[in-house]
């Protein structure tokens, strides 16, 4: 059973930093790539940023270059958001979901057929 569980959302003031993290079980983790969305209220559901494990190639949306950091532990089955200098506009439920198809990092919500159940994170500024 493949099953995404997020987790390291919080309250945090601008400029400062979180660590969300995606445990991933059920399935071959280094095969397809692991992607972190956004939802904001009142908004769709945005691709912040993804990962294909077995090179490592990444995607950010332009929002986060330069701000946020995608990473993985292969051996661990573990995704990481490394999100720094955050702002009032980060706040959002984050979501991490698993994409099976080939073709590397994608931020099209479309490829993703499984998703773990969020994490809120709040800004304040």
């Known amino acids: 059973e493949v099953q995404l569980q997020a987790s390291g959302g919080g309250l945090v003031q601008a400029g400062t930093s979180l660590r969300l993290s995606c445990a991933a079980s059920?399935?071959?983790?280094?095969?397809?790539?692991i992607g972190w969305f956004r939802q904001a209220p009142g908004k769709g559901r945005e691709g912040v940023s993804c990962?294909?494990?077995?090179?490592?190639?990444?995607y950010y949306t332009d929002s986060v270059k330069g701000r946020f950091t995608i990473s993985s532990d292969n051996a661990k089955n573990m995704v990481y958001l490394q999100m720094n200098s955050l702002k009032p506009e980060d706040t959002a439920v984050y979501y991490c979901?698993?994409?099976?198809?080939?073709?590397?990092?994608?931020?099209?919500?479309?490829?993703?057929?499984?998703w773990g159940q969020g994490t809120q994170v709040t800004v304040s500024s």
């Open positions: 979901a698993l994409c099976r198809l080939e073709g590397g990092p994608s931020p099209d919500l479309g490829e993703y057929d499984y």
């Open positions: 059920g399935f071959t983790f280094v095969h397809y790539t």
């Open positions: 990962i294909s494990p077995s090179d490592g190639s990444t």
